[in-house]
């Protein structure tokens, strides 16, 4: 069992930067993979980006690819996804996501058992 509470999220304009923050209580952070999820209003839940359980693997959706970034400290059991040239169609809410994946990421949300409440990113045109 593995708790995860988000935060870091807000009012941006575009072009903008935020950096959420995933803290994790519970079990060994180490053994988990991780990965931030969003859902904007009406959408389906779709992954962001992944990492692996040490950090040397990672995942982007094509959409934030090169704008996006996730890392992993497992030193402090968090998570964080640095977001930067932020887009009016990055709004949503943003969900922390853990799984016991082994050594690699999963791509889809059923890879990951456990979740945060979420955070709220809006960003303004």
């Known amino acids: 069992q593995v708790q995860l509470r988000e935060s870091g999220g807000g009012l941006v304009q575009a072009g903008g930067s935020l950096r959420l923050s995933c803290a994790a209580s519970g079990r060994a952070f180490s053994v988990f993979a991780m990965a931030w999820f969003r859902q904007a209003p009406g959408k389906d839940r779709d992954i962001v980006a992944a990492i692996s359980r040490s950090g040397n693997i990672t995942y982007y959706a094509e959409s934030v690819k090169g704008r996006f970034t996730i890392s992993k400290v497992n030193a402090k059991n968090t998570v964080y996804l640095q977001m930067n040239s932020l887009k009016p169609e990055d709004t949503a809410v943003y969900y922390c996501?853990?799984?016991?994946?082994?050594?690699?990421?999963?791509?889809?949300?059923?890879?990951?058992?456990?979740w945060g409440q979420g955070t709220q990113v809006r960003v303004s045109s």
């Open positions: 996501a853990a799984g016991r994946i082994g050594s690699g990421i999963g791509s889809n949300w059923s890879d990951y058992p456990y």
